[in-house]
């Protein structure tokens, strides 16, 4: 039982890169699978797929390398945890490297990418960052 399942989840997919695996296996929830849709739609991840796994729901994830097998996410991390989380207005949504990464922010419309928040000039928490 861990008591942060999406930095569990980040944390995965870190040294899944770390060792160029081509996919990595995260216990699945519909929270993750939100996230990692962003992050496929964002161009950072390959693919994510719920698929069974002795009768669990586990979330594949297809990592995304760039020539020479150097792999497109530098960074990934976890901003807001359990025991400190990270709200921000609608005109503090984070940019991230000047806009060249992305925070992926959990509003009242849903989880989205930094962008669409400021396009729709709403805040929220901040979940992860990643560039």
Known sequence: MTTDPIADMLTRIRNAIRIVEPTVDVPGSKFKKAI?????????LKSAAMVDVDGKAVLRIGLKYGPRRTPIIKSIRRIS???????????GVPVVRGGLGLAVISTSQGLMADRDARRKNIGGEVICEVW
């Open 81 to 91: 945890t359990p025991g400190r989380r990270n709200y921000t207005k609608s005109e």
């Open 36 to 44: 990692a849709d962003i992050l496929v739609k964002e161009g950072y």
